[in-house]
């Protein structure tokens, strides 16, 4: 009846609004009936579907210039609704009412004062978030919670019976219970002391409502199996004979992992030969993880609700437990291992003209790391002879990679050559160095048959037209093409032609033309900004980054819950041949290709503050210091400079003190007043480091050579005899001299 309500009031000519006509409308007539439907309308009001006018005339919210949406709060106070992919208000500070971010909001529309809606909200609809990580500190009563997210400044009070056993500077996870009069909490979670080693990195995980640790007991409604740690003890670390039935024996055949030097959970092994024709027989073997997490056990469910493993500068939380993880799952050497292989025919023109999808059995030989076969590939004779078995093999894989490389490239596939940085840490958790992420030839092959990999299965379930879940990458929106190419025209870099219709191999281009500039990095990371982010769906849509019109993931079931889904079918449909299961597999892929996307996304922002609190830490022990950089991204407020190491800080525009600078948006470039002196992308510049805020996870810098912006304090005596001061009096108080306490 809800849809039914809508769609009545959608209708603008339709009169007879009121509450008992509407109710008489759809017949709910019976005194049962008709508060049945009072209490349906007052829900849908609740919802922010319906709004009531002040003639007590029902319709819906737009119709009456009202909006919903979910807030975006900035740090400084103000914020935007999004009520649909093209609309945003902007809301001040002053008419936000106490909603916060993440919140659903009913919002009016009010006269703007430029260019872009404005609005205020009206009320909140629903909460968006309850639980926040914070410090507990003392108040003048109670304590209260300084909570980390800057985008959250108000105080969460606690009193003594929900403290909990948490004191003054400890890290909390705090639960909401009140907003009003006053903002008043539960402690649910105490993390640790602020000063203990690894809390300021649990701190951010719990933040984004991660679990660290594997429940005992879950899903207790499944029979027989109570909880995840059961079920992971009934599982073997062998491999059993009679297990080994319907695979196909390939333990003869010449199989190496290669994964970095403290990698654990080795889910995919290489195997590779030429064939009599000239052909290259390529195996990728992915550890057979559906055999063991089957749907809907416990292990599942969590793999469902965890989405992704999570690897932090210390750390690894991973999507499987332990056992499974790094061992029965994992494809460490001299060992029987279940996998699911997909073994290609490549020609020598890196066309796949046949391909095998099957369950198997593997032993592989070596576990190598990327750092040794680099040494055997640039010719390092020691670690050549203590691999010699594999040597040819190698060189094999670094033919083939380059010549399926070859073939990307003619396609158009755009390689983001985007620095990324390694925080180092001791066994505190202290950052001791930052080091820029290398890509040897080694990572490169690798990447090559994974990819090679994904994408025919990808084909092959497209063609079979079953269920099926894919990893897509859509087209980059207009709006977005058109900021870049004015970016990069001040860069030298002039684009022709149509925006609306672009290929890949355009956009690669570019990035080509600027290799071996100082730009370069500037230029693949602003592309890849400007690109729609890459998610999982039922449909086939393509990978434009790749140039690639079928792409999924595959390799790695161990820690993406996708590619375990991929398993699944893989399973049902190509080895059991269950097409039973079809109608079940269309409703649940939706379902967990958006659960997916979220939890990956959310993992990639907890990777990324880590990242970032870690390096303002690190800088912290460098104040004062001097270092060469290049401006990366220019604002009205100033602009970011990258350092060698990929740190960046902000020279703020306040910092700028030889002239008064105007931001100039189309050339994105800041101007002086005076002199014409630019700040631009790409520009050299020295900078000192002023100022770090591991909480904010900011790092500010001030250029090398202008005078400082310091503020001299200077103490005016107006009178240098002592005041007596008269003891408080009893009696009334005169409150006209008291000064006004702020509300909050």
């Known amino acids: 009846m809800k849809e039914e309500i809508l769609q009545l009031l959608e209708d603008q000519t339709y009169t007879r609004r009121k509450m008992d006509e509407l109710a008489e409308h759809f017949g709910m007539t019976s005194t049962e009936d008709y508060i049945t439907f009072i209490k349906l309308i007052n829900s849908m009001e609740d919802e922010g579907l319906i709004m009531r006018s002040r003639l007590n005339d029902y319709y819906l919210i737009n119709q009456l210039h009202f909006y919903s949406g979910t807030v975006q709060m900035n740090k400084k106070g103000f914020a935007f609704v999004k009520v649909d992919e093209e609309r945003e208000f902007y809301i001040h500070e002053n008419n936000m009412k106490d909603a916060f971010d993440k919140d659903t909001v009913l919002i009016e529309k009010i006269p703007s004062h430029g260019s872009r809606e404005e609005g205020r909200v009206v009320r909140v609809i629903k909460r968006g978030q309850m639980r926040y990580v914070g410090e507990v500190k003392r108040g003048k009563r109670d304590c209260y919670v300084d909570v980390d997210d800057a985008k959250f400044n108000q105080p969460i009070f606690v009193d003594s019976a929900h403290l909990h056993g948490a004191v003054p500077g400890h890290k909390v996870v705090v639960e909401i219970k009140t907003y009003k009069p006053q903002i008043k909490g539960n402690i649910v979670k105490v993390i640790g002391h602020r000063n203990d080693p690894g809390v300021d990195i649990l701190s951010i995980v719990h933040a984004h409502d991660v679990d660290i640790e594997f429940p005992k007991e879950v899903y207790e409604q499944i029979e027989a199996i109570n909880d995840v740690m059961e079920q992971i003890e009934n599982i073997p670390d062998y491999v059993r004979e009679e297990d080994k039935v319907g695979r196909k024996d390939i333990r003869n055949w010449q199989t190496v992992t290669i994964d970095g030097e403290d990698a654990k959970d080795l889910d995919d092994a290489i195997s590779l030969k030429k064939l009599a024709n000239g052909h290259y027989q390529l195996g990728v073997h992915i550890a057979d993880v559906s055999y063991y997490v089957t749907e809907g056990s416990p292990l599942d469910k969590e793999a469902v609700k965890r989405g992704t493993s999570i690897y932090l500068v210390d ?108 925080v180092l840490v001791d066994d505190k958790g202290k950052p001791i160095d930052i080091v820029p992420r290398t890509r040897g030839a080694s990572d490169k092959i690798i990447e090559e048959f994974m990819l090679r990999a994904n994408e025919t299965v990808a084909q092959h379930f497209k063609w079979m037209d079953l269920p099926f879940i894919y990893r897509v990458h859509e087209h980059p929106k207009l709006k977005k093409l058109q900021q870049f190419v004015s970016i990069v025209k001040p860069l030298g870099y002039t684009i022709k032609g149509s925006l609306e219709h672009v290929y890949p191999n355009e956009l690669s281009a570019i990035v080509d033309a600027s290799k071996g500039t100082e730009e370069h990095t500037i230029i693949s990371t602003l592309l890849l900004r400007c690109m729609q982010k890459a998610r999982y769906d039922r449909q086939c849509l393509g990978h434009f980054g790749l140039a690639d019109e079928y792409y999924t993931h595959f390799t790695s079931p161990i820690r993406r819950y996708p590619d375990l889904l991929v398993h699944r079918c893989i399973r049902n449909f190509l080895f059991d041949q269950n097409y039973e299961a079809t109608a079940h597999f269309e409703e649940v892929i939706p379902l967990l290709a958006e659960q997916s996307s979220f939890r990956e996304r959310e993992a990639i ?140």
């Open 605 to 744: 922002d907890i990777e990324r503050e880590v990242t970032d609190m870690k390096m303002a830490e690190y800088m912290s022990y460098h104040i004062g210091e001097e270092f060469e950089g290049m401006i990366s991204s220019v604002t009205q407020f100033g602009f970011f400079v990258e350092l060698p190491n990929t740190i960046d800080g902000l020279v703020h525009m306040t910092e700028l003190t030889d002239d008064y600078y105007h931001y100039d948006e189309k050339n994105l470039m800041l101007v002086g007043e005076m002199t014409g002196k630019t700040y631009k992308l790409s520009d050299k510049v020295k900078v000192k480091v002023i100022s770090c805020s591991k909480k904010d996870r900011t790092i500010d810098f001030e250029l090398v050579g202008q005078k400082a912006r310091i503020k001299k304090k200077k103490t005016i005596q107006i009178n240098d005899k002592k005041v007596k001061t008269n003891p408080r009096k009893k009696g009334k108080i005169n409150k006209s001299k008291r000064f006004p306490r702020k509300r909050r």
């Open 315 to 422: 750390r690894v939380i991973p999507m499987l437990p332990h056992k499974l993880s790094n061992g029965i799952c994992s494809l460490n050497p001299n060992t029987d291992r279940y996998t699911i292989s997909c073994i290609m025919e490549i020609d020598n023109n890196g066309e796949v003209v046949n391909h095998d999808i099957q369950p198997t059995v593997i032993h592989s030989s070596y576990r190598m790391t990327y750092n040794n076969v680099n040494k055997i590939l640039d010719g390092d004779v020691h670690v050549q002879q203590q691999y010699q078995e594999v040597v040819p093999l190698f060189f094999l894989m670094q033919e083939l990679a380059l010549l399926l490389r070859s073939k990307r490239d003619e396609r158009g596939a755009i390689d983001f050559d985007v620095n990324e940085a390694k």
